[in-house]
């Protein structure tokens, strides 16, 4: 697909001729991998060492075999289905040998990202009982601290390297593994059965648990088509961690359904160069990285890389500033189209090719799925009123969307109700369906009778260049209720002084609303995030509130 294909879409007619059809019986990694595994040579994965920057071909073939090796070991280890599995894997091509190869099991896998401590990883294993904890080689030392700990592991695998105590050495277990795997050797699987679990990130409570089943992989079929447009001739590379569903989203489902190659670069930290120079060396063409990302780029020249690969780039893992998006639409040609979605659901809300982008709006509901902005009760708000993003639920269930938190009555029972999931974010709808983020709904400030949401203000202060991050928090005022609080980050360079303060907040006052300008403003090296990166605007308000002066 081209630029210029894009623009064929019809958004209206996509939702009216809409179809997907789950089928009783489904296994991803049989039905979606194995099947383009038999396309002969079809590049699935580039993978990018970190220390050679050597890239290394794999084939749906190879993804297919290793998994059914690392399968076959399952099974030698007596795991049946529903048994759990903690995974600890960073970007490499095992990562993808191990979830596919619980998947052909049954085993339910519930991968974490690589910075969880030895006290994360003792929590996921007791909170579901996992069974066996598969790791690779830097992890080891976590585990051993915790395992002492957690009474229903019985099996722990190293992906690779020297293995100490009864440790198992995953490359070579699968040495000598057949590759092949009969989908009869286990008892096929419902569309239903539990097929991952991921943790929430965890902004406001401890990490709850959400279970995927097989039918939400196929679910992601919509997030493919219409949000991220991937076909069989793209290069897609997501930025990403492997322990969040954005990976499941940027690196798994959607880029495999469609037969897309996919970069793996398992780099530490950021290098701006380094990835833009990737792009132009791999003729990237679908592109997917955090706002963050985005700006880092508006801030360089990057004429001097050749990115004419790029038809396509995606925004994700927070909302999408209209700043960024206009610096990357002058130095690269592309818009960036936002979409919006959760652990708990397949892409629902986006920005689609053809249609047009209102710069920081999260754009309309995807095909399939009803999601609208409605009140406390169930009841839709009016256009420009704020309220909860929601998706209806209808029966058959809504496509992608999960079914409750594991063994968690009463989240489940707070995020579903009136007929509808709550998401837990808020949002406006203008009059022709656009929607538009606020912010949690927690987060919503509410100063001298008006409603203001953290992102819009925050969004006006990146634009000021001496601002390169900032959090916007409601702080307790006796006279207004809450006012408005900024902790900002300052670009390199930049003094904070009482100039600069006064300098900012007129700027505020000119960008957007007067009023939801920032009261008071504290500048910070560093803001609190969690270990996906978002950060956690619930400490700031705390601090905020800690001690209450008037403004």
Not at 434 to 463: H, K, M, N, Q, T
């Amino acid at each position: 697909m081209t630029k210029k294909d894009e623009l064929s879409f019809d958004y209206d007619q996509a939702r009216k001729n809409f179809e997907l059809t789950i089928p009783t019986e489904f296994n991803f990694a049989f039905d979606v991998v194995g099947k383009w595994a038999k396309t002969d040579n079809k590049t699935a994965l580039i993978t990018i060492d970190k220390n050679s920057k050597t890239p290394t071909y794999h084939s749906y073939s190879d993804l297919d075999k290793n998994s059914n090796k690392f399968a076959n070991l399952l099974l030698d280890l007596e795991c049946t289905k529903q048994d759990f599995a903690f995974v600890m894997i960073p970007r490499k091509a095992a990562w993808y040998h191990v979830l596919l190869g619980c998947m052909k099991v049954g085993v339910v896998a519930m991968p974490g990202t690589n910075l969880l401590t030895a006290k994360d990883i003792e929590y996921r294993i007791n909170r579901s009982g996992a069974k066996l904890a598969i790791v690779t080689e830097e992890h080891i030392e976590k585990v051993n601290a915790i395992r002492n700990n957690c009474p229903s592991l019985e099996h722990l695998i190293t992906v690779s390297g020297k293995t100490t105590d009864d440790w198992i050495c995953m490359e070579d277990a699968c040495l000598n593994a057949s590759s092949d795997f009969e989908r009869t050797k286990v008892s096929l699987n419902k569309a239903t059965d539990p097929m991952l679990i991921y943790f929430t990130s965890g902004t406001t409570s401890m990490p709850k648990m959400v279970e995927r089943d097989h039918a939400y992989a196929l679910a992601h079929t919509i997030t493919q088509k219409y949000w991220m447009t991937l076909e069989e001739t793209d290069i897609h590379w997501t930025l990403t961690d492997t322990g969040w569903a954005k990976a499941a989203w940027g690196l798994l489902f959607p880029p495999l359904i469609a037969g897309s190659t996919i970069i793996l670069f398992d780099s530490e930290g950021f290098d701006a160069d380094e990835h833009l120079r990737i792009i132009q060396d791999y003729k990237i063409t679908t592109f997917c990285a955090p706002p963050t990302v985005y700006r880092l780029f508006a801030q360089m020249d990057v004429s001097n890389y050749n990115l004419s690969s790029l038809r396509h780039c995606i925004g994700a893992g927070e909302p999408l500033n209209p700043e960024a998006m206009r610096s990357w639409k002058t130095a690269t040609g592309c818009d960036i189209y936002d979409g919006y979605g959760q652990t708990e659901t397949i892409n629902i809300v986006a920005n689609y090719p053809g249609m047009e982008i209102r710069p920081g709006s999260m754009g309309k509901p995807v095909p399939g799925l009803d999601v609208d902005i409605i009140d406390d009760e169930g009841k839709l708000c009016p256009n420009d009123v704020v309220g909860h993003i929601a998706v209806k639920i209808t029966n058959p269930h809504p496509l992608g969307l999960f079914f409750g938190y594991f063994k968690d009555k009463p989240a489940t029972d707070f995020a579903f109700r009136n007929g509808w999931y709550y998401t837990g974010d808020t949002a406006t709808r203008d009059e022709d369906g656009y929607i538009w983020f606020v912010g949690r709904s927690d987060d919503i400030i509410s100063s001298a009778g008006y409603r203001i949401s953290p992102f819009e203000v925050e969004s006006a202060l990146i634009e000021h260049p001496a601002v390169q991050e900032s959090a916007v928090v409601a702080k307790k005022d006796d006279l207004r209720g809450e006012i408005v609080k900024a902790y900002v980050i300052l670009a390199p360079g930049e003094i904070a002084t009482d100039n600069l303060t006064l300098e900012i907040q007129n700027f505020v006052k000119k960008v957007t609303a007067p009023y939801k300008y920032p009261r008071e403003i504290e500048y910070r090296d560093q803001l609190p995030k969690t270990i996906s990166g978002k950060i956690r605007r619930v400490e700031l308000r705390e601090e905020a509130n800690s001690v209450n002066t008037n403004s």
